[in-house]
C-alpha cells in the first residue's frame, strides 16, 4: 500500500527518487513550479525536455482539451520523465494538466495526470514521488476539487510506490489535501 504524506513547502528543495512537474506542454519551462523545477535543476532538465520534445508527435489532442494548439508538445493528462539536474532526486516526471473549464469537466485528465506520472514512476523504478497540485495554480482549478481529485486517484491506483508526497505551497492549499486525506 502506497503511503500518502502532506507537506507544506517548495518542492524543489525535496529527496525523492521523482519530482513531478507541473508542466507546460512545450516542455520548455514556464511559471510556477514548472518555472522553479527548470531555475533550480539547470539546463540538463531544459536539455532533456528539448530531446523528448523532438521524439513526441503533434499535440493535436489540444483543442479537445481546451489547451492552445502549440506544434510538437506533450498532451494534456501524459507524462515523460527526465533527468533532474541540480534537484535532488533522479528523475522529474514532467505532467501537463488541463486548464479548469467551468463549461466542460475536464477530471478525467486531471485524474489522468496523477496515474500516468505514477505509470511513469513504477516503469522507472521510483519508490518516493513529490507531486504538486496539478492544475491548481495558473490553470485555475478550484483547490478543493484538485485536490479531490489527487487523491482519489493516487489511493485508486495500484503502484509499486511507496510513498507519495503531496507538497503544498501554502497553508490553503495543505488545508484542502488534508481534508481530503481525512
Known amino acids: ?13 525535496q529527496s525523492a527518487d521523482a519530482i513531478v512537474n507541473a508542466a507546460n506542454s512545450s516542455l520548455l519551462g514556464g511559471g510556477g513550479v514548472d518555472g522553479a ?17 523532438a521524439s513526441l508527435p503533434q499535440a493535436l489532442n489540444c483543442v479537445r482539451a481546451g489547451e492552445t494548439p502549440i506544434g510538437k508538445g506533450l498532451r494534456t493528462g ?4 527526465t533527468t533532474a539536474g541540480n534537484l535532488d532526486a533522479r528523475w522529474v516526471i514532467h505532467t501537463v494538466g488541463p486548464r ?12 489522468s495526470c496523477y496515474r500516468e506520472a505514477l505509470r511513469v514512476a513504477d516503469e522507472l523504478g521510483a519508490r518516493t514521488v513529490a507531486f504538486p497540485a496539478v492544475s491548481a495554480g495558473i490553470y ?23 510513498e507519495v508526497r503531496f507538497v503544498l505551497f501554502d497553508e490553503r492549499a495543505y488545508g484542502a489535501f488534508a481534508e481530503q486525506l481525512g
Open 1 to 13: 500500500m502506497t503511503a500518502i504524506t502532506l507537506l507544506q513547502g517548495d518542492i524543489t528543495r
Open 100 to 111: 479548469f473549464s467551468p463549461h466542460e469537466d475536464r477530471s478525467a485528465l486531471l485524474a
Open 78 to 81: 501524459q507524462a515523460v520523465a
Open 140 to 162: 485555475g482549478w478550484p483547490l478543493e476539487d484538485a485536490a479531490r481529485i489527487a487523491v482519489e486517484t493516487v489511493r485508486a491506483v495500484a503502484t509499486e510506490v511507496e
Open 37 to 53: 523545477i527548470h531555475r533550480r535543476g539547470g539546463p540538463a532538465i531544459l536539455k532533456d525536455c528539448r530531446r523528448l520534445r
